[in-house]
T-cell receptor, first 113, second 113 residues
Framework: DQQVKQNSPSLSVQEGRISILNCDYTNSMFDYFLWYKKYPAEGPTFLISISSIKDKNEDGRFTVFLNKSAKHLSLHIVPSQPGDSAVYFCAASWSGNTGKLIFGQGTTLQVKP | DADVTQTPRNRITKTGKRIMLECSQTKGHDRMYWYRQDPGLGLRLIYYSFDVKDINKGEISDGYSVSRQAQAKFSLSLESAIPNQTALYFC????????????FGSGTRLTVV
């Protein structure tokens, strides 16, 4: 049972345009959401997060939007750069889960120059 | 030195062999985790430990065991390796106040033939 789903395995975007990565979840108990970025031969690194009390969090070129009623979050990258090409994982947790993260399948983003 | 170090980086082993993957961290965190990454399945939790005396099974612990030798060290063992344990394995650490942000190691690519 996949509680966190990233239904798009891959996404290709032109440099300078917006990249939108999507994530859906099924567990209404989740109250904290994170995005991780992973380059080949490296471990995932934390990118941005959002608490369920917010619907938007912004950090530079990266913005995460949360729609609790739809159990959906998205990561927007504007403008996209070739260095953003990586695998992006959505993750979720809840306070009763004592810090364990549940990850999605990942989406591979390719930003073309 | 990296915050989270995994050894070995790559390993090929035969079916039925016992193998240990090691992880050490310099973050001073109490919490450590082992995940495996498979194509199309994302990162799945194998085992986690919230302190030296606290070991817990994750969602896919069958066929694996762990040892928390010290706050900084958390090893994962495959008692009798099988081909479907071929995967990329990640160790991660977190503290109790980082809003669930993990620091990952660079991974161990394990192939069971």
């Amino acid at each position: 049972d996949q509680q966190v789903k990233q239904n798009s395995p891959s996404l290709s975007v032109q440099e300078g345009r917006i990249s939108i990565l999507n994530c859906d979840y099924t567990n209404s108990m989740f109250d904290y959401f994170l995005w991780y970025k992973k380059y080949p031969a490296e471990g995932p690194t934390f990118l941005i997060s959002i608490s369920s009390i917010k619907d938007k969090n912004e950090d530079g070129r990266f913005t995460v939007f949360l729609n609790k009623s739809a159990k959906h979050l998205s990561l927007h990258i504007v403008p996209s750069q070739p260095g953003d090409s990586a695998v992006y994982f959505c993750a979720a947790s809840w306070s009763g889960n004592t810090g364990k993260l549940i990850f999605g399948q990942g989406t591979t983003l390719q930003v073309k120059p | 030195d990296a915050d989270v170090t995994q050894t070995p980086r790559n390993r090929i082993t035969k079916t039925g062999k016992r193998i240990m993957l090691e992880c050490s961290q310099t973050k001073g965190h109490d919490r450590m985790y082992w995940y495996r990454q498979d194509p199309g399945l994302g990162l799945r939790l194998i085992y986690y430990s919230f302190d030296v005396k606290d070991i817990n099974k994750g969602e896919i612990s069958d066929g694996y065991s762990v040892s928390r030798q010290a706050q900084a060290k958390f090893s994962l063992s495959l008692e009798s390796a099988i081909p479907n344990q071929t995967a990329l394995y990640f160790c991660a650490t977190s503290d109790t106040t980082s809003n669930y942000g993990y620091t990952f190691g660079s991974g161990t690519r394990l192939t069971v033939v």
